[in-house]
Antibody
């Protein structure tokens, strides 16, 4: 069974750093992309960027370029999303999802990680 | 970026009804259009890809149609588990973009 299991909820203060993870299993992760998608409270879905496990090729939405870093650890088939300095406006649920291409349809999705940034 | 506009933003329907949700792209996207269902507190779930291909395990009452700029998702004979929010997403050009969502609730 294809599964994407994300790390747990986080509560952080503005200015702090954070890395969340997405552990993949049940398929050959080398041949797929992993996308990260943001959902702010009560809002829609926004694609942040995607990474290809085989060569760590990474592409970002212009809206998120420079704001976050997407990486992958092939040894543990896990993708990461990280911030160096969080803002209150980063409060959201972050989903990872498997994609056949960087921008293709996404299936399946992880369960989501709630990130709360508050002083 | 390609803008995706869904209509309506919400609708109320009864079990057994047939409903249609529309998604319009700001430029032609061929058939690179996907549909997702999201229930409260849950991750989105892929229903339809490439405009009309039904994802494995998705009931046949879900049907996607369209090409170019105009697309529809039709749910025939609504079931209680279909009350959710639906999103379209274009995968024609980077960055992939989503519609604003259509919330389907019980009348």
């Amino acid at each position: 069974e294809v599964q994407l299991v994300q790390s747990g909820a986080e509560v952080k203060k503005p200015g702090e750093s954070l890395r969340i993870s997405c552990k993949t299993s049940g398929y050959n992760f080398y041949t797929y992309w992993i996308a990260w998608v943001r959902q702010m409270p009560g809002k829609g879905l926004e694609w942040m960027g995607s990474i290809y496990f085989a060569d760590s090729d990474t592409t970002y939405s212009p809206a998120f370029q420079g704001q976050v870093t997407i990486s992958a650890d092939k040894s543990i088939s896990t993708a990461h999303l990280q911030w160096s300095s969080l803002k209150a406006s980063d409060t959201a649920i972050y989903y990872c999802a498997r994609g056949d291409t960087a921008r293709g349809w996404f299936d399946p999705w992880g369960q989501g990680t709630l990130v709360t940034v508050s002083s | 970026d390609i803008q995706m506009t869904q209509s309506p933003s919400s609708l109320s329907a009864s079990v057994g009804d047939s409903i249609t949700i529309t998604c319009r792209a700001s430029q032609s996207i061929d058939t690179y259009l996907n549909w997702y269902q999201q229930k409260p507190g849950k991750a989105p779930n892929l229903l339809i890809y490439i405009a009309s291909s039904l994802q494995s395990g998705v009931p046949s009452r879900f049907r996607g149609r369209g090409s170019g700029t105009d697309f529809t998702l039709t749910i025939s004979s609504l079931q209680p588990e279909d009350f959710a929010t639906y999103y379209c997403q274009q995968s024609f050009l980077a960055p992939p973009t989503f519609g604003g969502g259509t919330k389907v609730d019980i009348k």
